[in-house]
C-alpha cells in the first residue's frame, strides 16, 4: 500500500521461534508483490514475490501467502535468527512503487 | 544480476549547497527509476519515478524544483538536492526496474545517507 510514514510497528521474537509478519494492501487490482528486508543504514533487499494468480510461494526459510478475498499477505519466516533482525515490508509495485509501513521485527537470542 | 549502485553511501554538506545522488544500474538497463526518502524508523516515502529521457513525475508535496531528477540514459539517474537545508537531512535510496512481460522485478540500491549542517 501507500506509504504512509508512520512509525514502524514491531514484533519481537525469540532465536528459533517462527515469526509471522502481516501486510494489507488497499488496491484489489494489484497482481504482484514483494516483500523486502532493509536492515539498518541499508537499501531494501529483495526477499520473495508472489503473483495474485498464487496463494502460496516458498523459498529458503521463508514463505510468502496471499488472501485476495481479504487484501492480505503475510511473511512466514521458519527457525528465526538472530541475522534476520531487520525491517520488513511488502510493496506491491505499479505506475508508483509505495512501500507499505513496515515492521521492524527483533530476534532475541 | 539486476544490480544497483548508489553513490555516494554518505555525505555531510553545508547548508545551502547542493548535492548529487547517482543511482547506477550496473548490468541491465533501467527504463523507469524510483526515488524515495526515508527518515529514522519510518518507512521508505516515494518522491518520484522517472523514465530514461522523459521529466520525471513527482509525488504531492515533493518539491520538484528542489529535488532536480536527471534520468538521461538507461543506466543512470542522479538526484540533485538544492540548496540543502538541514530538514533535507535523510537517507535517500534508489531504486530501478528490470525486465518486461512476466519477467520482471524491482532492485534498490544501498541508499545516501544525507547530513545537512
Known amino acids: 500500500g501507500e506509504s504512509v510514514g508512520l512509525h514502524l510497528p514491531t514484533l519481537s521474537v525469540q532465536e528459533g521461534d517462527n515469526s509471522i509478519i502481516n501486510c494489507a494492501y488497499s488496491?484489489?487490482?494489484?497482481?504482484?508483490f514483494i516483500w523486502y528486508k532493509q536492515e539498518s543504514g541499508k537499501g531494501p533487499q529483495f526477499i520473495i514475490d508472489?503473483?495474485?494468480?498464487?496463494d502460496k510461494r516458498q523459498g529458503q526459510r521463508v514463505t510468502v501467502l496471499l488472501n485476495k478475498t481479504v487484501k492480505h499477505l503475510s511473511l512466514q519466516i521458519a527457525a528465526t535468527q538472530p541475522g534476520d533482525s531487520a525491517v520488513y515490508f511488502c510493496?506491491?509495485?505499479?505506475?508508483?512503487?509505495?512501500f507499505g509501513t513496515g515492521t521492524s521485527l527483533t530476534v532475541i537470542p | 544480476g539486476a544490480v544497483v549502485s548508489q553513490h555516494p553511501s554518505w555525505v555531510i554538506c553545508k547548508s545551502g549547497t547542493s548535492v548529487k545522488i547517482e543511482c547506477r544500474s550496473l548490468?541491465?538497463?533501467?527504463?523507469?527509476m524510483f526515488w524515495y526518502r526515508q527518515f529514522p524508523k519510518q518507512s521508505l516515502m516515494l518522491m518520484a519515478t522517472?523514465?530514461?529521457?522523459?521529466?520525471?513525475t513527482y509525488e504531492q508535496g515533493v518539491e520538484k524544483d528542489k529535488f532536480l531528477i536527471n534520468h538521461a540514459s538507461l543506466t543512470l539517474s542522479t538526484l540533485t538536492v538544492t540548496s540543502a537545508h538541514p530538514e533535507d537531512s535523510s537517507f535517500y535510496i534508489c531504486?530501478?526496474?528490470w525486465g518486461q512481460g512476466r519477467d520482471y522485478g524491482y532492485t534498490f540500491g544501498s541508499g545516501t545517507r544525507l547530513t545537512v549542517v
Open positions: 508472489i503473483r495474485s494468480n498464487m
Open positions: 531504486s530501478a526496474s
Open positions: 510493496a506491491e509495485p505499479g505506475n508508483q512503487f509505495y
Open positions: 548490468d541491465f538497463q533501467a527504463t523507469t
Open positions: 522517472s523514465n530514461e529521457g522523459s521529466k520525471a
Open positions: 488496491n484489489s487490482a494489484s497482481d504482484y
